[in-house]
C-alpha cells in the first residue's frame, strides 16, 4: 500500500456501520437513516440520543422513563467529587472529563458488557455535573449541587453552569447543539473508542481513549480555537489584510475545512442560524459580522467552508459560557455516538489491528556497546 495515498487513512474504508452516514450523495448527514435536518429542528437531543443508543426515536413513553432515568443518573459518588477537587484549578476542562470517566470505571467498574447500555446512559448523565462540579469549586470556591429539576440535559447544563435556569432561546440553542454533536461516523475519537473496544477491554477505557482524541485543535477542540481565532480581529475591516497574512503564512484557520465534506458541512447553516438569534437577542453583533466576514474571506481565498466548529464558537459566547468548556460541551453529546460505536464493535468484534510500511533502516549485524562509534 503506498501510504501517502493513506495518509492520516483518508482513503481508508476501516469498517462498516449501520449508525450514521457522513457526507453521503443526497444527504450529507443521517442518524440511523434521520436527516441531521430534521433532527436538529424537530427531536430533542435525549430523543436523539435514545435513537443512537437503542436504534429508534422513542415514542412518548419511552422518551419520559428515558428521561427519568437519566435524572436518577446525574448524582456524583462522594469518591469522585473528592477526586474532582484534589485536580489542579489550572487543568484543562477536558483532561478533568477525562478523568473523571475513568475514574468512574474505578468506582462503578464494568464487570460484564450486559452494563454497556446503562453505562452509557450514567456518563452521558453525569458529565454535565462533574464537568460543573470541578469548575464551581475551583473558580468560585463553591461546591454546587449537581442535581437540577431541569429534565433536558441542555437546561441541566446551562443551570448548573449560572445557577439559573436558561432563557427558552438558549435552551434551543444548545439543545440543537448538542443534537449535531452527537455523532459523526468514523471521526478520530469514535474510531479511538472503536480501537479500545476491540481489544475487548470496558467501555470506559474507550470512552476516556474517546476524549483524550477529541481534545486536540484539528478535531473537538477547533470550537475553542475557533472563538481564539474570532477574537483576533476587532473589526470586520480588519478581517481581510489579517485573514490573507495568515494564510500566506500557511496558518491553518480552525473552524474551516473537514475531511470527508467536501463543499458544506450540513450542519453548519443549522448552528449558524442559531449564532445569529442569539447575537441579535444579545446585541452582540459585532462577533457575528467578524465571523462571517472570515467565512467570506475562506471561501473566496481558499475554497474552504466552515464546519459545525466555527459558528458554535459564537453560539457559546453568546451564552456566556467560557471558551475552556466548549469541547467538554461536545463531550457531553457525542458520548452518546461513542458508546452507539463500542455497542455495534463489539456486536460484531474483530481486532483492529493494521499494518505499516516500513520505513526503517534494512536488517542489519548487532553492534555490542564496546563495537558502537562514540
Ligand atoms: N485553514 C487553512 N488551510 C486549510 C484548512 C484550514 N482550516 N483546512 C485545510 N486547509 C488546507 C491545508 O493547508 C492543505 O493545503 P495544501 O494542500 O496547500 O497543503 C489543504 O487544505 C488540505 O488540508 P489537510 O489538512 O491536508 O486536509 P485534511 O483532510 O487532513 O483536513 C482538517 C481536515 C479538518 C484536519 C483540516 O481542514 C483542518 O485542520 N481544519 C482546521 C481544524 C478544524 O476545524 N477541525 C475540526 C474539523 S470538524
Redesign the pocket.
Known amino acids: 500500500m503506498n501510504s501517502s495515498k493513506t495518509a ?1 487513512l ?1 482513503s481508508v474504508v476501516a469498517g462498516s456501520t449501520a449508525i450514521c452516514t457522513v457526507g453521503k450523495q443526497g444527504v450529507g448527514l443521517s442518524y440511523r437513516g434521520y436527516a441531521i435536518e430534521d433532527l436538529a429542528e424537530q427531536a430533542s437531543f435525549e430523543e436523539v440520543a435514545y435513537l443512537l443508543l437503542y436504534g429508534e426515536l422513542p415514542n412518548q413513553q419511552q422518551l419520559e422513563h428515558y428521561k427519568t432515568r437519566l435524572l436518577a443518573y446525574r448524582v456524583l459518588p462522594e469518591a469522585l467529587k473528592q477526586i474532582l477537587e484534589k485536580l489542579p484549578k489550572t487543568s484543562h476542562p477536558m483532561d478533568v472529563l477525562r478523568t473523571a470517566c475513568s475514574a468512574l470505571g474505578c468506582l462503578e467498574p464494568e464487570s460484564e458488557f450486559t452494563q454497556q447500555q446503562q453505562i452509557a446512559d450514567r456518563l452521558l448523565a453525569i458529565f454535565p455535573g462533574a464537568l460543573l462540579y470541578w469548575y464551581h469549586f475551583h473558580q468560585h470556591g463553591t461546591r454546587i449541587e449537581v442535581e437540577t429539576e431541569e429534565t433536558s440535559l441542555a437546561g441541566h447544563f446551562l443551570h448548573l453552569l449560572k445557577g439559573k435556569s436558561p432563557s427558552s432561546l438558549e435552551q434551543k440553542v444548545m439543545d440543537m447543539s448538542l443534537t449535531l454533536y452527537a455523532e459523526h461516523e468514523f471521526n478520530a475519537s469514535t474510531f479511538a473508542a472503536r480501537v479500545a473496544a476491540s481489544t475487548l477491554s470496558d467501555m470506559y477505557s474507550a470512552i476516556t481513549a474517546a476524549i483524550g482524541t477529541l481534545r486536540g ?4 477542540g ?1 470550537n475553542e ?2 472563538m481564539t481565532l474570532i477574537q483576533l480581529f476587532s473589526s470586520v475591516d480588519e478581517v481581510e489584510v489579517k485573514l490573507t497574512a495568515m ?1 500566506a503564512r ?10 470527508v465534506y467536501k463543499n458544506a ?1 450540513p450542519r453548519s447553516p443549522i448552528i449558524k442560524k442559531c449564532s445569529q438569534e442569539l447575537a441579535h437577542k444579545t446585541h452582540d453583533e459585532a462577533i457575528f459580522a467578524i465571523s462571517e466576514k472570515i467565512e467570506t474571506c ?1 471561501w473566496q481565498q ?1 475554497k ?1 467552508f466552515p ?4 459558528y458554535s464558537a459564537s453560539a457559546y459566547y453568546f451564552m456566556n459560557i467560557p471558551i475552556a468548556l466548549y469541547t467538554p460541551i461536545f463531550v457531553c453529546s457525542r458520548i452518546t455516538g461513542w458508546a452507539a460505536h463500542v455497542f455495534e464493535q463489539r456486536e460484531n468484534n474483530a481486532l483492529i489491528r493494521p499494518s505499516a510500511d516500513y520505513t526503517g533502516p534494512a536488517m542489519r549485524s548487532f553492534a555490542t556497546i564496546e563495537q558502537r562509534p562514540e
Open positions: 492520516g483518508s485543535p484539528l478535531h473537538g477547533a480555537a475557533a494564510l500557511k496558518e491553518k484557520i480552525m473552524g474551516f475545512g473537514h475531511r458541512d475562506m481558499k474552504l464546519n459545525l466548529d466555527f
